[in-house]
């Protein structure tokens, strides 16, 4: 059970490390964030578009990787998705899970 815990603990330390090592190579890495077009095309959603998984780790970047609520709230002020019902109505389950 403790180990679960840890393994857990550590895997939530390596995607904010991730994440951190991703959006820190941008100047503005809300516009500027770029995939790997041949892995991105393999999981990508044919709900979730690029614009959303682009502002999914900004949020976590700014937010902290594990704080879905503040995500959302992000996601609930950001001009860019003020018509997109979609992500708007995301919870924070579905958003750990896409990220």
Known sequence: MIERGESHIQTRIQAKEL???KCQNFKNPKEDLDFNMVHYN???SKFYSLDHDKFLLYAC???G???WDRVRALIKKE???K???FIKSRTESELHKRV
């Open 83 to 85: 018509f997109d019902h």
């Open 79 to 81: 001009p860019l998705f």
């Open 61 to 63: 970047y700014l937010e």
């Open 65 to 67: 990787y594990g704080n």
């Open 19 to 21: 994440i951190a090592t």
């Open 42 to 44: 393999k999981s990508r």
